[in-house]
Every structure is written in C-alpha cells, then in structure tokens.
C-alpha cells in the first residue's frame, strides 16, 4: 500500500474541493454530474481527490441544499496510486467541510461494478 493510502485510511479533516467551493456546485456535482472533489487538508498541501458518486452508498437526505444546512455522505471508487481504493465523506453544507478517509478496496468489490 501506498504511504499517502495508508495516511489517508485514518478518518481526518476534509473541506470541499474545487477552485470555488460553493453548495450550488455541491449540488451539481451529487446531482446531474455523480462526480465530487474532496480535499484532504492534513497532508502536505493537501490532497484533493475526484471520484464518481456510488449512488447506492451516497446519502443525501439529510441535506437542505436550498437552505445551505445538513449534511452529505459520499462514496465513491478511485485508484490512488495503483491503491483500490473507496472514499468516504460527510461534508457539512453550512461550512463546506467534514471528515473523510479511505477505504481499501478488494479486487472482488471492484468486479462488481
């Protein structure tokens, strides 16, 4: 497993990603486009990572877009650096950050898909 892998399977900051992060563009992104940006801010200069939404496992019924209020989870899978991997997050619509980490994936999980 790769050292940023394994640094980011422990459950740490994150804010939303993007150039200007925004609940509008929150929205977008889980609704019409299944694709979010999250950034790990507790490495060195932070990592932000893309990932298709799992729409099964992603959770938006606790969120109140119009009102900017509630919460989001996401999951999704990526590959970061040759790591199978599975990210999951709870952003906060008020402030736009959360905690997240990583999960490794089994080559089965992946099949599955």
């Given amino acids: 497993m790769n050292d ?3 640094r980011l399977i422990a459950s740490q900051p994150i804010v939303m990603g993007g150039a200007e992060p925004t609940v509008e563009e929150l929205r977008k992104r889980t609704g ?3 694709y979010v940006l999250v950034k790990f801010t ?21 969120a109140d877009f119009d009102n900017g209020t509630g ?11 040759d790591d199978r991997v599975r ?10 950050t959360g905690t997240g980490r990583l999960a490794l994936e089994e080559k089965s999980e992946l099949a599955v898909q």
């Fill in 87 to 96: 990210c999951i997050a709870e952003i906060d619509l008020a402030s736009l």
């Fill in 4 to 6: 940023l892998t394994e």
């Fill in 42 to 62: 507790e490495t060195r200069g932070g990592t932000e990572l893309g990932f298709p939404l799992d729409r099964e496992a992603t959770d938006l019924s606790q």
């Fill in 32 to 34: 019409e486009m299944g």
């Fill in 71 to 81: 919460t989001v989870h996401l999951e999704g899978h990526l590959v970061l650096n």
